[in-house]
C-alpha cells in the first residue's frame, strides 16, 4: 500500500463538542504561520500540551483531540481524567481509554485552554511505525473551528487567519469559493463522480487526516459500485481494527470547477464501516492525494473552503503496484568507517612518504532505521515473489535499507514505470533474495 489510509471516526460515550474552546490568538495577533511535516499525504504538526511539546496528525475528518503513543513522554500531565470506550472504523471491539478536561494546548501564537483530550491506551496502536517520525496524536474540529485556516501544500505550512474584513476580502480575490457544510464538527462538499460512465453527484466528507484520493461506499441505490478492473488491499487501520476493502479507478472527479481524471477510490467493505455513524447522505470522502493538488483555507465559520491549484495539480494518480506495505520497526546500531582528516607530519624537514598506505579512519555506530513488511496483498508482485509478512528489509537495489527514509521507500513502490525490484531480507535468521516487477494492473 503506497499511503496510509488512516481515517478517524470516533462514538464515545460522554463526548461533548461544546466542550473545546478552540484556538484563539495570542496577544492580539492577526495571523501565525506553523511549518508542518508531509509524509505520504499527511500533515503533521508540532503542538505544546500542558508545557510537553508533541506531535499530532492534523485531521479534518474527527471531532475530537487524541494522545496515544506517549510512552517517549512519560512527562505530559494530564487533568480531569476518567475512563471510556473507544469506537470507530475497523472490525474489531472497542478499544479502553481515557477522557481528560481541562488541557492547555498550544502553538506558536495560539492557545487553546480547557482542552478535551481523549486517549488511547492500547500500544498496539502506533501511527508512529507507518509515517517514520514519532507521532502523539491527532487533531481536528478545535484547531479549525474559531479561524480562518490555510492548509499551504507547497511552502508545507499551516497560516492562522483572524476572521475578519481584510483577511476575508484578501483570500477571496485570490481563492475559489466552494460551499461546505459542518456537520457534527467535520466538514462536508458536494462533488461529482463519473464511473463507468455514469455521473453520480456525492456528498463527500472532507478529509485531510485520510491520505488517499476518495473513498467510496459502496451503495447500489447510489450508482455507487466498484469498477470492475480492482484489487483487494489493507486501506488502513481505524481504532476498531484494520480496514480492509478494494481499489480502482474511476473515470472522473469533480469539485466545483476543478475536474480530476481517472484518480483512483478506494472502497472500504461493510465490516470495517459496521461501528461508523454516518451523517446524512454521506457517500464516502476526499483525502490527501486530491487535497494536496491545492492550496485551501477552511472557514468552518461561514461554512466555505477556498481552492487555490498549486504546482502538484497535474500530477498522476500512481498506487503501491508491489503490494507491500512496510512499516518502521525499530531502530539499530550500525557501524561505519568515517575517513578522517589529517595533516602529514614533517620530520627534519622531510614529508612523510608518499608510498605509505592511508590508515587514517575511524568507526561510528549511528541509530538507524529497521524497516519491516507489514501487510502483503495477495496475487500482488511482492507477494508472488516470495516475500511474506514480517520479513525484515535489508536491501532495496543494492542499497542498504536503512539509508531510505520510510516516505522514499513508499516513492520507489508507487512508482509510475514498471520497474524491477530486487530486496534482500530476514528471515528466521536467514538472509534470502527476492526480485519482481512493479505492475499496474488498473
Given amino acids: 500500500m503506497n499511503k496510509i489510509a488512516i481515517f478517524f471516526v470516533l462514538l464515545m460515550y460522554s463526548f461533548?463538542?461544546?466542550?473545546?474552546?478552540?484556538?484563539?490568538?495570542?496577544?492580539?495577533?492577526?495571523?501565525?504561520?506553523?511549518?508542518?511535516?508531509?509524509i505520504n499525504n499527511l500533515v503533521f504538526i508540532p503542538l505544546n500540551v500542558n508545557g510537553v511539546e508533541l506531535t499530532f496528525l492534523l485531521d479534518s475528518g474527527v471531532q475530537e483531540a487524541i494522545l496515544f503513543s506517549l510512552e517517549d513522554k512519560e512527562e505530559v500531565s494530564l487533568k480531569n481524567i476518567e475512563k471510556v470506550s473507544l469506537r470507530g472504523l475497523g472490525s474489531e471491539e472497542a478499544?479502553?481509554?481515557?477522557?481528560?478536561?481541562?488541557?492547555?494546548?498550544?502553538?506558536e501564537g495560539m492557545r487553546s485552554w480547557s482542552h478535551l483530550l481523549y486517549i488511547i491506551l492500547d500500544q498496539n496502536f502506533n501511527m508512529s511505525s507507518h509515517v517514520g517520525i514519532p507521532v502523539n496524536g491527532i487533531i481536528g474540529y478545535s484547531f479549525f473551528k474559531n479561524n480562518l485556516v490555510e492548509i499551504n501544500y507547497d511552502k508545507k505550512r499551516v497560516f492562522f487567519y483572524k476572521e475578519n474584513n481584510r483577511n476575508r476580502r484578501r483570500i477571496?480575490?485570490?481563492?475559489?469559493?466552494?460551499?461546505?457544510?459542518?456537520?457534527?464538527?467535520?466538514?462536508?462538499?458536494?462533488?461529482?463522480?463519473?464511473?463507468?460512465?455514469?455521473?453520480?453527484p456525492a456528498k463527500l466528507l472532507v478529509d485531510v487526516g485520510n491520505s488517499d484520493a476518495i473513498w467510496l461506499f459502496d451503495n447500489s441505490t447510489k450508482n455507487i459500485s466498484i469498477p470492475k478492473k480492482n484489487f483487494e488491499d489493507y486501506l488502513g487501520r481505524g481504532f476498531s481494527g484494520d480496514v480492509m476493502g478494494k481499489r480502482a479507478r474511476i473515470s472522473e472527479f469533480e469539485i466545483s470547477d476543478f475536474v480530476f481524471k481517472n484518480p483512483i477510490a478506494a472502497f472500504p467493505d461493510s465490516t470495517s464501516l459496521r461501528h461508523v455513524s454516518m451523517v446524512s447522505d454521506r457517500l464516502g470522502s476526499v483525502g490527501g492525494e486530491i487535497l494536496k493538488r491545492f492550496s485551501i483555507v477552511f472557514d468552518y465559520t461561514n461554512e466555505s473552503l477556498f481552492l487555490r491549484r498549486n504546482?502538484?495539480?497535474?500530477?498522476?494518480?500512481?498506487?503501491?503496484?508491489?503490494?507491500?506495505?512496510?512499516?518502521?520497526?525499530?531502530?539499530q546500531w550500525v557501524q561505519e568507517t568515517v575517513a578522517l582528516q589529517t595533516v602529514p607530519i614533517v620530520v627534519d624537514n622531510m614529508p612523510a612518504s608518499a608510498d605509505k598506505p592511508p590508515s587514517d579512519f575511524k568507526y561510528k555506530f549511528e541509530l538507524?532505521?529497521?524497516?519491516?513488511?507489514?501487510?502483503?496483498?495477495?496475487?500482488?508482485?511482492?507477494?508472488?515473489?516470495?516475500?511474506q509478512k514480517g520479513d525484515i528489509i535489508k536491501t532495496v537495489n543494492g542499497m542498504k535499507a536503512y539509508e531510505f527514509s520510510l516516505q522514499k521507500l513508499n516513492e520507489l513502490l508507487r512508482s509510475n514505470d514498471e520497474k524491477w525490484i530486487?530486496?534482500?531480507?530476514?528471515?528466521?535468521?536467514?538472509?534470502?533474495?527476492?526480485?519482481?516487477?512493479?505492475?499496474?494492473?488498473?
Fill in 16 to 38: 461533548s463538542i461544546s466542550a473545546q474552546d478552540g484556538f484563539q490568538f495570542k496577544n492580539g495577533g492577526n495571523k501565525v504561520s506553523i511549518p508542518f511535516q508531509f
Fill in 95 to 107: 478499544v479502553e481509554g481515557l477522557k481528560s478536561e481541562g488541557n492547555l494546548i498550544e502553538v
Fill in 172 to 200: 477571496e480575490r485570490k481563492y475559489h469559493k466552494v460551499a461546505i457544510s459542518i456537520e457534527k464538527g467535520k466538514p462536508y462538499i458536494n462533488s461529482m463522480l463519473v464511473i463507468d460512465s455514469v455521473k453520480i
Fill in 311 to 331: 504546482k502538484s495539480f497535474s500530477d498522476p494518480f500512481l498506487y503501491n503496484k508491489s503490494g507491500i506495505e512496510i512499516m518502521h520497526s525499530g531502530m
Fill in 368 to 387: 538507524k532505521p529497521i524497516y519491516e513488511i507489514a501487510n502483503i496483498r495477495k496475487n500482488s508482485p511482492g507477494k508472488n515473489s516470495g516475500l
Fill in 422 to 442: 530486487t530486496m534482500e531480507i530476514e528471515r528466521n535468521s536467514q538472509v534470502l533474495k527476492f526480485r519482481f516487477q512493479l505492475r499496474d494492473i488498473l
